[in-house]
């Protein structure tokens, strides 16, 4: 990759400057050291968005390089999202599509222009990242097309016990979703308190109702 | 004093072609503060362009045109070296003339 | 941009392939097509004939132009300096970009603020006049290929924390600036996502900003194109200059090395 | 308000003064507003402007084009243009179906210019757009084309 043959480079003429007398670029660790530092350092709470921000837990430190994390620490990852994931009370895992698809389209929330860090506050960003509705033809594409979700994974009724596993899945991934993939780029809605589970549960309406659009 | 517009007018053929970007905020009178008050419309209301002094085009304009408008258009005949000049007035009554030579 | 070929256009309309494949291809298409409707009148043309005024204005407590600045090719050399920022410089014994540099400037040869004018928001006050700087400045290198300086220790040290910086995750939805800007051909709705682990092309990313923004009509610089990455983040402020903004800078010009300039580019 | 108001219509009577010493004569949609105390910069709908500006029912012709793109990225800013190949054309005009001011631009023709104006408008959301053409017989000839405005960035 070119930046190793950067700090390779880096390195070498560091140590030629140390013999010269000038200052030399820090080994990896000491880096590693210096950019938390630097990243403490440059940012200000402002709004609701406040410095813990900046305070990783073991998934954003482990998910913090090109390199993914050994295989050992993306079980531990993986493992301990898939404990947190908090399971409807009522057994109801669907509400109503519409309602799904407006948060759907929803970006706001959590931004330090954001008034409130509340969930009623929130969009769920889906369209950012996801084709799902096939009307709407501004999707991003860093996660897969979710268009036609349902249909696809053979629901044909949401209570259908032949569709519990697919359900189960649906709403665990978007509680955590680094219950399934130990770097997964998409938020922990619920485990992060971006969306409760009313909200929840309009987002898996929209992905899982056989009369969502999404299964047309 | 409002900004100087960007004018530039190429001659092509029988023709000269001629750009213009005038700096103006064009409100809308839509829109709402941050305290959420209405921002009043604000805009760029008439345009005239004339060649060598002797005018060739009026535009009236509404708040629906973009902040920073942009404008094309050719006049005929128009050769290197004449003069285009382009003026507006918004809803203000402030005003801006800039002039350039054909190239 | 890599849809805006004719040929995708063609593929397209002649293509009767079924369902989504058509309807993206269309609509990126026609993205392209309103992207090339506006190229032809940029309105970074105006902050840029402002920004050259101001750089020769006799200005601030000290009443001096900033033709004296040295913006890393020597004083008051503009042309080919912006492909070369941030860069190290002796002076300051620091890593600066061009908008931490000028205040450097303005400070020292005009007498202003700097702290003032880093703590004034975006689009007001004498950052307007930053932006009218830095768009003309930028446009004094359009056409030349990025070339930042690796030479320095401090530059290579810069390199390597915006590095580390680029892939830290965190906030209340786990971005890093990898999260979108890590992979190839990805988008946010339609809006391309360049790659800047690694240099993304002629004209995009790095190669982009300063650009005109048409969503809020105003010239935005780097620093507040980094600014308003990192409110999408989700992530607390960062200082305006701040070390972090240097340094991510320093790792996305680095990477982009050879690529050709086009700020102050026209953007969504 | 007023005071602005006064200012504009005394404008716009110079340029109506200039159109009349050039020798073209087409209605002013400010100085219609005057008059008619409803102006076409005011009117909701295609067929409402033309009529705040005194004229027919328009008809839309293949003598006028329009250009806009399919889809808008940003609807801040969307360009337009409106060309026409009719003989005797006095008067063109922008318009956006959907927007709270429906006419965009009025651009007054004299013999000195090609009937072909390029513009960028504002849109608040997906809309027709029409190209409209007045001739000096005061035909009022149209071209229309939907414009899909699209929501872009991460929307926050």
Redesign the interface.
């Known amino acids: 990759m070119k930046h190793k043959h950067i700090a390779v480079a880096g390195s070498a003429v560091g140590l030629a400057l140390l013999v010269a007398g000038c200052a030399s670029v820090p080994d990896a660790a000491e880096l590693d050291a210096q950019a938390l530092a630097m990243i403490k350092s440059s940012f200000r709470a402002e709004g609701i968005a406040t410095m813990d921000r900046l305070e990783q837990d073991l998934g954003q430190k482990a998910c913090s390089s090109e390199a993914a994390p050994s295989e050992a620490v993306a079980r531990q990852i993986e493992t301990e999202a898939l404990a947190s994931i908090k399971w409807p009370a009522n057994g109801q895992y669907v509400g109503d599509w519409r309602e799904g698809e407006k948060l759907a389209q929803n970006g706001r929330g959590m931004t330090w222009t954001d008034k409130v860090a509340l969930p009623t506050a929130n969009g769920a960003n889906c369209y950012n990242c996801h084709q799902i509705g096939k009307q709407e033809v501004s999707f991003g594409t860093i996660g897969p097309s979710l268009y036609n979700y349902g249909k696809l994974r053979g629901v044909k009724a949401i209570d259908d016990p032949a569709s519990a596993a697919i359900v189960q899945y649906t709403w665990g991934k978007l509680w955590n979703s680094k219950a399934y993939s130990a770097c997964s780029n998409m938020p922990r809605f619920g485990h992060m308190a971006l969306l409760n589970e009313e909200q929840l549960r309009h987002v898996m309406a929209l992905l899982l109702d056989p009369k969502s659009p999404v299964n047309q | 004093m409002a900004d100087p517009m960007r004018i530039r007018a190429q001659a092509a053929g029988d023709k000269a072609t001629v750009r213009v970007l005038m700096a103006h905020e064009m409100e809308s009178g839509q829109r709402k503060d941050s305290a959420g008050k209405n921002i009043p419309a604000w805009y760029i209301s008439e345009v005239t362009a004339s060649l060598n002094g002797k005018v060739v085009m009026t535009a009236e304009w509404g708040p629906s045109v973009s902040k920073n408008p942009f404008l094309e258009f050719a006049i005929k005949g128009a050769k290197a070296g004449d003069k285009v000049a382009i003026s507006w007035i918004d809803n203000k009554g402030d005003k801006r003339s800039d002039e350039v030579a054909v190239s | 941009m890599k849809n805006a070929k004719p040929q995708a256009l063609a593929a397209a309309v002649l293509s009767l392939a079924m369902g989504t494949a058509l309807a993206q291809k269309t609509a990126a298409d026609g993205i392209a097509e309103y992207r090339a409707l506006l190229a032809d009148g940029n309105p970074a043309e105006l902050f840029e004939a402002k920004g050259e005024d101001l750089w020769k204005t006799k200005r601030g407590p000290k009443n001096a132009s900033l033709q004296a600045c040295d913006l890393g090719k020597g004083p008051g050399i503009v042309k080919g300096a912006f492909v070369e920022l941030p860069r190290w410089f002796a002076d300051v014994q620091k890593v600066q970009d061009l908008e931490s540099r000028l205040l450097t400037c303005m400070s020292q040869l005009q007498g202003l603020d700097a702290a003032l004018i880093a703590k004034t928001p975006f689009g007001k006050d004498e950052q307007r006049n930053m932006e009218a700087l830095v768009a003309w400045i930028s446009a004094e290198s359009r056409g030349l290929r990025m070339n930042l300086p690796q030479a320095h220790a401090q530059e290579q040290q810069s390199f390597e924390l915006g590095r580390r910086a680029f892939f830290f995750r965190g906030g209340p939805m786990d971005f890093s600036c990898a999260s979108c800007h890590g992979e190839d051909g990805k988008r946010i709705r339609l809006q391309d996502l360049p790659n800047l682990t690694k240099n993304p092309g002629d004209g995009v990313g790095f190669a982009a900003w300063p650009a005109y923004r048409v969503s809020s009509g105003e010239l935005w610089s780097m620093q507040r194109r980094l600014n308003d990455c990192f409110r999408q983040q989700r992530f607390p402020y960062p200082g305006y200059g701040s070390d972090i903004t240097i340094a991510l800078a320093v790792y996305m010009g680095v990477n982009a090395k050879g690529a050709e300039s086009i700020a102050p580019a026209i953007k969504r | 308000m007023n005071a602005?108001r006064r200012?504009?219509l005394s404008?716009?009577a110079t340029?109506a003064g200039?159109?009349l010493?050039?020798g073209v004569l087409g209605k002013?949609?400010?100085a219609a507003g005057a008059a008619a105390g409803k102006g076409a910069?005011e009117a909701r709908s295609l067929a409402d402007v033309v009529k705040a500006l005194g004229y027919g029912a328009p008809v839309e012709s293949k003598d006028v084009t329009i250009?806009a793109?399919?889809?808008?990225?940003?609807g801040?800013?969307?360009?337009l243009?409106a060309s026409s190949t009719a003989a005797g054309v006095k008067q063109m005009m922008l318009l956006?179906e959907k927007?709270?001011?429906?006419?965009?631009?009025?651009?007054?023709?004299?013999?000195?210019?090609?009937s072909?104006?390029?513009?960028?408008?504002?849109m608040?959301q997906s809309s027709n757009v029409f190209a409209v053409v007045v001739t000096e017989d005061n035909k009022v000839l149209f071209a229309q084309k939907e414009v899909?405005v699209?929501?872009?960035?991460?929307?926050?």
């Open positions: 602005n200012q504009l404008h716009s340029v200039l159109l010493a050039s002013s949609a400010w910069f250009t793109p399919d889809i808008a990225e940003n801040a800013v969307v360009p243009g956006v927007n709270p001011s429906v006419l965009a631009a009025l651009f007054n023709v004299t013999p000195e210019v090609e072909s104006f390029k513009a960028r408008v504002k608040g899909k699209t929501l872009g960035g991460c929307g926050g």
